[in-house]
């Protein structure tokens, strides 16, 4: 009776598993399911690699506003530039496959160029932009606008250059150092230093503009009484004079020309001489060149005595001393009569 009911038992279980699989598996069969081979065809490969291709394009195309590119060298960025021409190019070529063999040849295809795209991206050399100066003008320019009386004095039209400079300044500034490219980092930084020379520099025109005004103000009284002095000192005045009313009244005149005409005039002006003084110096050279001719035959006479022996012996150091003094007498009197040209 129990041999019976376990025959009965194995023939429940053979139907059981006979009605749940499908005709022909086995039990080993259910379990080896899972492990059949996944492979991707040929399309799959192919769109998988054309997909990745796309991908990496798309990304690159952000580079052109960061500074890995804006700031790369010539040669990788025309490099790229190259690459990424070629890539859209080829992702937007139509492409007719219909065989395996075709689709593994194009997969290769989008990897070989993706492999080039990668490799330009990576030589890109580009570093991001310091903007520690930049921020430093713009804070300055607070205190600038607001307590410099060089700002405060400048004409309306440099302070506007100025003011412009700033708002670029701050337009370049707020880009953020990952987008800003050296070129237009360095002009913002120029301009402003720039504008800010043009301000201190047209203040100081003014200023010279004003000083030469006053010192052409101050010659009327010699302009007046001219016969006072002697021919050549006032001519050499008068040019500087009529010099300095020129560069006055010239639009186009600059800070230098102010300040070179302001010296020349004062040097002009100290220059002049009395006639009655000039008389007493004409005078005093007459009488210093025969002093210093008398000194010569002095010096001549010493000389001589020195060749007698017993003169050089008793009294020769008093002798030399004399002549190196008279040396240095003729010497400051020959420079004298040089500067006045009577020498």
Known sequence: MKKNNFKKGIIAIALATSFVLSSGQSLTNVHAAPEVSQEKSAKEIYEDAFKELKDTYDSCLSLYDDYTYINSTSYPKASFDGIMTKTKAYLEEEKA??????????????????????EAKDKLDGESVDTETLAKLLMESQDFVRNDSNYKNAPKDKKDLYDLAITNGYVVFNKGSNKLSEGEYEKAVANIR???????????????????????????????????????????FDLALTSAKSIES???????????????????????ELKEDADKIKKALKELKAAKEEH??????????????????????????YLEKSAKVIERANKILEHYGMN
């Open 97 to 118: 496959l219909t065989s395996d063999e075709a689709y593994k040849l194009e997969a290769e295809t989008a990897k070989s160029k993706l492999a080039l795209l990668n």
């Open 194 to 236: 720039e504008a800010r020379e043009a301000i201190i520099r047209a203040v100081k025109e003014n200023a010279a503009k004003e000083e030469l005004g006053t010192k052409i103000k101050e010659t009327e009284e010699i302009v007046k009484n001219k016969d006072k002095y002697t021919e050549n000192t006032y001519k050499i």
């Open 250 to 272: 010239n639009p186009n005149s600059k800070l230098e020309d102010y300040e070179n005409i302001i010296g020349k005039l004062k040097e002009a002006r100290e220059g002049l």
């Open 296 to 321: 010569e035959l002095t010096v001549k006479a010493c000389k001589m005595l020195l060749n007698y022996p017993a003169i050089a012996k008793n009294y020769g150091n008093q002798i030399r001393a």
